[in-house]
């Protein structure tokens, strides 16, 4: 059985295009004009990672709408409030590898969608720039203050380290000044989104005797466990110029039975639709064939039979479609595959001048233990239960430089989820 991969791998890719483009996710939301005028409806919401540019609202008559910061005071959806603000946003890198040695603080103005983190006596507003930087922001009137925060690169004593400019630290000191028991925590807080939703609850806890008005709560990653059993289809290819063989050989598919465990933790921010799947499942096959040769004064042959098992460790990226109470799914990654069994052996016998000479040896010599692959593959999940049809390109057992291998693997899962 020839697989052939080319085609998979193109297929698997218009599957990934035509399922995450264009997708809508409409919910139950509302929108406030600069009027101050709420119109209730249904919101585009996609989970934002980084803050939307834009929004799309679909009013009560069917009507799609599409707003800017500059066209709404505010608009709330999927339990996240979102305000229209004009606000200072710094744009310095800050990835170790992009930094600079220039420790000013570089801001624009703009307008833009900022997420209510708390609202009362004390407030919170987060924003996140499309290079990826997390900015917040504390209420200073009806105007929003921008917590600094900068890292660039110092040079001390001939060598240069990535530093950080904190003046949030100190901001903030001054802002919940009416809470000396949580200076201590101020002086620890990093300038990311958990450790700020952190220090502002403590504040509300410790030092507020009214509740906030208002509190983002924080996203919950899903985790999921189960165990899945199938079956693979493997084939081996050998190429080269030596090893006639291996690589004369038309070795058939093996079918074998698989079965192992697997942990599913969905990313934030992505609808549960983005997720990590690291499985560990035991794989394997087995093959073996005939090769003959005739010569002007002897003939042979040789029986090649080849056996290994793995513990196969799968690392991969999952994307979600919900179809009705159904979804499918696709993904892609990696896979390591630690041989713990193998069968290894020819047998070679040559006849000359009327007498037969039968040896035995290793199939190959100085086999390679652990096998690297790339792996993709669709399926679709209803309630506890999945089913899914794989692709694994493997780089085969052979560590020879004058014969290559590939190893070519469907596999046919069904998973069962635990909890």
Not at 141 to 168: G, H, P, S, W
Not at 201 to 221: G, I, L, T, W
Not at 290 to 310: F, R, V
Not at 368 to 386: C, D, N, V
Request: proline content about 2%; some cysteine; aromatic content about 14%.
């Amino acid at each position: 059985m020839k697989i052939q991969n080319r085609s998979i791998l193109v297929l698997f890719l218009f599957l990934c295009l035509q399922m995450v483009n264009g997708q809508e996710n409409f919910k139950p939301g509302y929108v406030v004009s600069l009027k101050n005028d709420t119109t209730r409806g249904e919101i585009d919401y996609q989970g934002w990672d980084k803050s939307p540019k834009t929004i799309n609202f679909r009013n009560d008559q069917g009507r799609l709408l599409t707003y800017s910061p500059r066209q709404l005071a505010a608009f709330e959806v999927a339990g996240e409030k979102y305000l229209s603000k004009e606000v200072a946003v710094e744009t310095s890198p800050r990835l170790t590898d992009e930094l600079t040695f220039d420790p000013k603080i570089k801001t624009i103005t703009d307008s833009v969608f900022v997420r209510v983190l708390f609202a009362g006596s004390k407030c919170l507003y987060h924003y996140k720039h499309h290079n990826g930087n997390d900015q917040f922001y504390t209420a200073n009137d009806q105007k929003l203050d921008l917590l600094i925060y900068k890292r660039y690169i110092k040079e001390v004593n001939n060598d240069d380290f990535a530093t950080e400019n904190k003046t949030f630290v100190g901001q903030l000191i001054l802002y919940l000044n009416d809470c000396p028991s949580i200076q201590s925590e101020i002086n620890k807080v990093e300038y990311n989104l958990i450790s700020m939703l952190d220090l502002f609850e403590s504040y509300y806890n410790k030092c507020v005797d009214k509740p906030a008005q208002y509190v983002q709560k924080a996203e919950r990653v899903k985790q999921k466990v189960g165990f899945i059993v199938g079956a693979t289809l493997t084939s081996v290819k050998f190429e080269g110029s030596y090893f006639d063989y291996l690589t004369k050989v038309d070795f058939p598919t093996s079918v074998n039975a698989t079965g192992g465990l697997y942990y599913n933790v969905s990313i934030p921010r992505s609808l549960n639709r983005w997720s990590f799947q690291n499985e560990l499942i035991l794989t394997g096959y087995s093959i073996s064939g005939d090769y003959t040769w005739q010569g002007l004064t002897e003939k042979g042959h040789i029986y090649t039979d080849l056996s290994l098992w793995y513990a196969t460790l799968n690392n991969l990226i999952r994307y979600t479609f919900p179809v009705g109470k159904m979804e499918l799914f696709l993904n892609g990654g990696i896979s390591n595959g630690f041989a713990f069994r193998e069968v290894n052996q020819l047998m070679k016998s040559v006849e000359r001048f009327g007498y037969t000479w039968v040896t035995t040896d290793e199939a190959i010599k100085g086999i390679r233990k652990i096998e690297f692959g790339f792996t993709a593959g669709a399926g679709a999940s209803y309630g506890r239960f999945s089913a899914e049809c794989r692709y694994v390109k493997g780089n085969g057992v052979s560590d020879y430089s004058k014969m290559s291998e590939n190893t070519h693997r469907i596999l046919f899962l069904f998973s069962y989820r635990l909890y």
